[in-house]
């Protein structure tokens, strides 16, 4: 069975103070891994997918890595508007079909002035 | 495009009474998800569509709930009778086809309290 487990659940920093949250999974062979961001009463927004070992993403502040048993998503000099819940979801590869996403229960983040 | 709609936003309702959450997918999207969000629970995909056909129900917690997708523009999530565990905010979601990408693109959600 695949299992996401994402740490801390919650993280407050200062404005400016870097930091990053940590996606820890175990899949059968993975397709890829997605990192979403939800604010509040909002749906989750997808962000970054990553495929291999190796491969980094950025947006603006953030940074995704991913190695074969973890993902990180490391986020410098953050500031108040980067405050949200951030998921990560990893997809099995399949030999037919569709492989459906397994979400971990996120980090909540929130950035101080 | 708008992204993925859903209605209402809000639904308070009294146990044993039926509720009905529609969705309208990304335009062009062959795949279609339905998730209830919890505390407790996080995410849990509740049953998925691929060109309007159930895949996968194997979510859905029990008879009560039912899913259909008439047309590629429309879905329909139903919970007949509605017990106060159903609370939990439900989103639907779209995903292009396998060979344009993976990701799932989100509603924001209905929030249901059952009474």
């Known amino acids: 069975e695949d299992q996401v487990t994402q740490s801390p659940e919650a993280l407050r920093l200062q404005e400016g103070e870097s930091s990053s949250l940590n996606c820890s999974y175990t899949?059968?062979?993975?397709?890829?891994l997605f990192w979403y961001r939800q604010d509040p009463g909002k749906g989750p927004e997808f962000l970054f997918t990553l495929y291999s070992a190796g491969e980094e993403k950025e947006k603006e502040r953030l940074k995704a890595t991913l190695t074969k048993k973890e993902s990180f998503l490391h986020i410098t000099a953050p500031k108040p508007e980067d405050s949200a819940t951030y998921l990560c979801?990893?997809?099995?590869?399949?030999?037919?079909?569709?492989?459906?996403?397994?979400f971990g229960k996120g980090t909540m983040l929130l950035v101080s002035p | 495009d708008a992204g993925v709609i859903q209605s209402p936003r809000h639904e308070v309702t009294e146990m044993g009474q039926e509720v009905t959450l529609r969705c309208k997918p990304i335009?062009?999207?062959?795949?279609l998800f339905w998730y209830r969000q919890t505390m407790m629970r996080g995410l849990e995909l509740l049953i998925y569509?691929?060109?309007?056909?159930?895949?996968?129900d194997s979510g859905m917690p029990e008879d009560r709930f039912s899913a259909k997708m008439p047309n590629a523009s429309f879905s329909t999530l139903k919970i007949q009778p509605s017990e106060p565990r159903d609370s939990a905010v439900y989103f639907c979601?779209?995903?292009?086809?396998?060979?344009?990408?993976?990701?799932?693109?989100f509603g924001p959600g209905t929030r249901l309290t059952v009474t």
């Open positions: 569509f691929n060109n309007n056909v159930p895949i996968d």
């Open positions: 335009s062009g999207h062959d795949y």
């Open positions: 899949v059968s062979g993975l397709r890829g």
């Open positions: 979601a779209s995903s292009p086809s396998r060979d344009r990408g993976y990701e799932q693109y």
């Open positions: 979801a990893v997809q099995a590869k399949k030999h037919s079909g569709y492989s459906t996403l397994t």
